[in-house]
């Protein structure tokens, strides 16, 4: 294990919730579509890193890297839009973790963009809240999954130009 992670005398957290030490560039193209899968939910996370150090690394071909990180963050996403329309059940509910007050609130502005605000779902901070309030919203799965692809297939697509225009 790490020991940056493990036995270190200031880690914080007790030694069963220690994350092994793993080596998500070995993983290969799965493990690229785990990182953005986690990245696109509400968990705090990050793809992109890896993906461009995958690219770098000259052991993985394009097309796939793009396929991979693409798949894994449309599917994060719509795990996300699932979570909305699950939720939205259940408005009004004592534990709900949204006001209704912030929930009407959030409806305003997803309304008044309308479901092109998903072109937007790559951004950070309120990327993820977008996917997850489209759902909530009940916006149609095969119009959301149309503007999430784009817009998420997009900015990795941008991010691997960038990359190529950089290091040539």
Known sequence: M???VGSSASCVLPECFQLPDIDLLALGYPGLFLAALVAATLLPAQSELLL???LASGRFEPVPLLLAASVGNVLGSTLNWALGRF???HRGARWFPVSETAMAKAERRYRRFGA???????LPIIGDPLTLIAGVLRTPLSRFLLLVTIAKSGRY???MVAHGYLTA
């Open 87 to 89: 939720l939205a059940h």
């Open 116 to 122: 092109l605000s998903l072109l937007f779902s790559w």
């Open 157 to 159: 697509l941008v991010l």
């Open 52 to 54: 461009l150090a995958m």
């Open 2 to 4: 790490n020991s940056a």
